[in-house]
């Protein structure tokens, strides 16, 4: 009576199922009877002693093993400086215990063991991709964002946005929940991690009702290292880049009965330059035929990001953890802005010469909590709660020359301006899961989330005036520059998924209910701090409010063709929403030649995501292809439309964006030192819009190559390949041209293994530059940038006390695991 009121009250949903046949076990050192965590553990043919499937220990030593056949086995049992162990094992149907199994301790020492394979960076399981970039050396020294660009099917363009296999809405979580802070700036956010700081990142190109329908390319999960071993442990590192990048860590974790501590800190400081090209010719009557413009500017930023939580273990079944994050950054900016006035014949008609000096520090903060319990029978709850709050100063002051055809000084054209942009915000997340099984292979999972963000944003904008002294507002077309918009939007969601697993065709069905609520206002001639004006009354207006309840139902289905071969077609609904810069109605003030200004009345994409994968493994190989396509109503896309003597870069919502592709990723190890990952994606895509009553339209192929190689010199040294293109892309009114950039890396470990010594340099032949090219009935555009791309770097890190990185690693062998159970 209770299961089944249980059951009904928390109006169930899906979940990965077990097997048929589970297997248990507590693996022990046979030394001092204490659990060893972390252990190896595969299952193999008793005929060939082929991998069949594995897992590894947890932190009491205590393994699980799901598998559809029963019969005679041979089980492996290893862990670093302990005898290996083979054991013959019969699985019969149901649940096989094997109780505690014993290693005894090597002849070696754990100092003196030299591992010589390369770590397998790639793994794939049922609904996303795992990477494992603990060893990633093309990315030693960099940032998040960094590490994330050496990635196959990922890409970064030149401002920081995401995309993965060709879609730019990409959702980033950060240990499973999304990036608070109040910036819709990606880059931002992610240049806040080091990358020695990352444990695993995860592609989830189509996900499930369990998680929150935005993000219409999918997920990016990064998760961080943390430990969980006994005793005292960590590990510090340094490194130091050409052009003045230095970064400088320590994690720690101490770990006693049920007690576990830990704490990371990281420090950034880096340097970098960018460089910005722009052509363009105008056909409208009274204004300058062509624009020709170029900016030079250097940043100089500083971070600091410290994490520090506590997990008490109540029993073997339920922990509580608390855990606070806090971030402090800042950067200082100067550019250098020539925007020359051309004829028609390339003469020079005027020129503005226009310095920028900016300050900006932001600090962030989160707090957060999670619960989790579960029995024996499979029966799970887990709930979360999380605050983040975040605060950000910025103010630029601008020094503007004017200069006539002969490149003489108008004084009384000189300009001083200010341009100050303060933000803040905050975000609430609360969740709770429950699942059940109904059966062996039958689970059924349900949870609510709620998440409740405000954004607020504003800029004053002041120029001086030589006669009064006195700082007066622009108003251009009718829009005050000063501005000051708040966005709240709060969101409800409730899901159910059922998963079966009894028969080779296994099925999960979810469905996904969210309510969302949105309210945004305008201040209209905001002014503050000392240019305070004792006769300005700000009027504020609600621009919108939004109110809408969309439900997203998931299908995944997945047939066992044999061991190691499946067939997967998945298909979910998703939605994205206007992010706040978007749909902020100011005008970007940096340079007035080329503007900015977001869209209130922008309105939710709807995508529908198709998706047929083939996976095949074998010891040394696996490949995966797969076909996909989304198709996107309302779609959101940047137009470039001329204004005022410039240009204006607005959003809208498009008409339809169809993209159709084939992925294919193939993993090989040739021998113990050697394993790579070629991901090869080709699609086609097609987007239309309309711009002041004219329709765009255009359509393009497009590809992207990546490869990723590890070598290893047993004795020597490890070395590392990262090679990434992305082909031409099409945009409403133009296209942008193809990116290639390689990073290579190699790695040493020095005394006795406790310390890594690495070396890489990124972008090696300097080719990562991004271009467009935009055209309409009254202009033709042609845009460069590039910033500094190639840096050498050289790091070094030093682990004791044992140091391990916590492994949540949920298979073995050839890094394949094929059931529905890794969905969930």
């Known amino acids: 009576m209770h299961k089944s009121l249980t059951t009904i009250l928390f109006f169930l949903t899906f979940l990965s199922l077990n097997a048929q046949n589970t297997i248990i076990g507590i693996v022990k050192n046979a030394e001092n009877n204490s659990p060893l965590e972390f252990s190896q553990i595969a299952l193999m043919e008793k005929q060939d002693s082929t991998l069949v499937t594995g897992t590894t220990t947890d932190l009491d030593g205590r393994f699980r093993i799901e598998t559809r056949r029963g019969g005679d086995f041979l089980l492996r049992v290893s862990f670093i400086g302990f005898e290996e162990l083979w054991m013959p094992v019969t699985v019969e149907s149901g649940r096989n215990n094997l109780s505690e199994i014993y290693l005894a301790p090597g002849a070696q020492q754990l100092s003196e063991v030299q591992v010589t394979a390369a770590a397998a960076l790639f793994r794939s399981e049922a609904d996303r991709r795992v990477f494992n970039v603990e060893n990633m050396t093309v990315a030693e020294g960099g940032t998040a964002i960094q590490l994330l660009e050496t990635l196959p099917s990922v890409q970064v363009d030149e401002e920081g946005r995401i995309s993965l296999r060709g879609s730019g809405n990409v959702l980033i979580y950060i240990n499973g929940r999304p990036t608070n802070l109040a910036s819709d700036d990606t880059e931002s956010i992610l240049e806040q991690y080091p990358s020695n700081a990352i444990k695993e990142v995860e592609l989830i190109t189509n996900p499930s009702a369990r998680y929150e329908a935005e993000g219409v390319g999918g997920i990016i999960n990064i998760i961080l290292k943390e430990q969980r071993l006994q005793g005292f442990n960590g590990q510090v590192n340094v490194s130091s880049g050409t052009g003045n990048k230095y970064t400088a860590g320590v994690n720690l974790n101490m770990r006693q009965g049920d007690w576990n501590f830990f704490t990371n800190y990281s420090y950034q400081y880096r340097e970098m330059w960018e460089i910005t090209n722009s052509f363009r010719e105008n056909f409208i009557p009274g204004l300058s035929p062509v624009l020709d413009q170029d900016y030079y500017t250097e940043n100089w930023r500083r971070g600091h990001l410290l994490r520090f939580g506590t997990e008490y273990h109540f029993n073997p079944n339920s922990s509580l953890r608390a855990y606070s994050n806090i971030n402090a950054r800042s950067r200082d900016r100067e550019r250098i802005y020539n925007i020359r006035s051309m004829t028609s014949t390339m003469d020079l008609d005027s020129m503005y010469v226009r310095l920028l000096e900016e300050d900006q520090s932001q600090v962030n903060y989160e707090v957060g909590a999670d619960y989790g319990w579960q029995n024996d029978n499979g029966r799970r709850f887990r709930a979360s709660a999380s605050y983040a709050w975040n605060s950000q100063d910025r103010i630029e002051y601008f020094d503007q020359s004017f200069l006539n055809s002969n490149m003489q000084e108008i004084a009384d054209r000189h300009v001083d301006q200010f341009y100050e942009r303060p933000l803040s915000g905050n975000l609430l997340l609360l969740q709770a899961d429950f699942q059940e099984n109904l059966g062996e292979d039958i689970r059924i999972e349900t949870g609510l989330r709620s998440e409740m963000r405000f954004d607020d944003r504003a800029q004053n904008f002041g120029q001086l005036n030589r006669e009064t002294g006195s700082y007066n507002d622009i108003v251009l077309n009718g829009i005050p520059v000063s501005n000051a918009f708040t966005y709240e939007r709060n969101i409800h969601a409730a899901y159910v998924s059922f998963t079966d697993n009894r028969r080779a065709l296994s099925y999960q069905l979810g469905l996904r209910g969210e309510y969302t609520n949105t309210e945004a206002w305008q201040d209209y001639g905001l002014r503050s701090g000392f240019l305070d004006d004792e006769n300005f009354s700000p009027v504020r207006d609600t621009l919108t409010t939004d109110n809408y309840f969309r439900l997203f139902p998931s299908a995944f289905l997945n047939y066992r063709i044999g061991d190691n071969q499946d067939i997967q077609a998945s298909y979910s609904r998703r939605i994205r929403r206007p992010w706040t810069g978007s749909m902020m109605p100011f005008l970007n003030a940096q340079d007035f030649f080329n503007l900015r200004l977001g869209n209130p009345y922008l309105q ?139 990073n290579i890396g190699m790695r040493r470990n020095v005394f006795n293994n406790q310390g890594t010594i690495s070396l890489n340099i990124s972008d090696v032949f300097n080719t990562r530059k991004f271009s467009l090219e935009t055209n309409g009935d009254s202009f033709f555009q042609e845009r460069e940038f590039y910033r500094e791309s190639r840096v050498l770097t050289l790091s070094f890190t030093w682990r004791f006390r044992d140091y391990r990185d916590r492994n949540g ?16």
């Open 604 to 742: 939710p994409a709807s995508t529908n995501n198709f998706e047929i994968n083939y996976i095949r493994a074998w010891e040394n190989y696996m490949v995966t292809g797969g076909v996909f396509h989304r198709y996107t109503t309302d779609a959101h896309s940047r137009l470039f439309v001329l204004f005022n003597q410039g240009s204006l870069v607005t959003w809208n919502n498009a008409n339809t964006t169809n993209a159709t592709g084939v992925e294919l990723i193939n993993y090989f190890t040739w021998n113990d030192n050697f394993d790579a990952t070629l991901t090869a994606n080709y699609y086609y895509s097609q987007v239309s819009s309309e711009v002041e009553g004219r329709s765009f339209s255009n359509e393009s192929y497009s590809w992207t190559l990546s490869l990723l190689g590890n070598m290893n010199f047993p004795g020597l040294f490890s070395t590392q390949l990262s090679a990434n293109y992305w082909g031409p892309r099409v945009i409403p009114q133009g296209f942008i041209r193809p990116v290639f950039s390689m």
């Open 809 to 824: 690693s949920r298979n073995g062998g050839n890094g394949y695991e094929g059931d529905m159970d890794s969905l969930f």
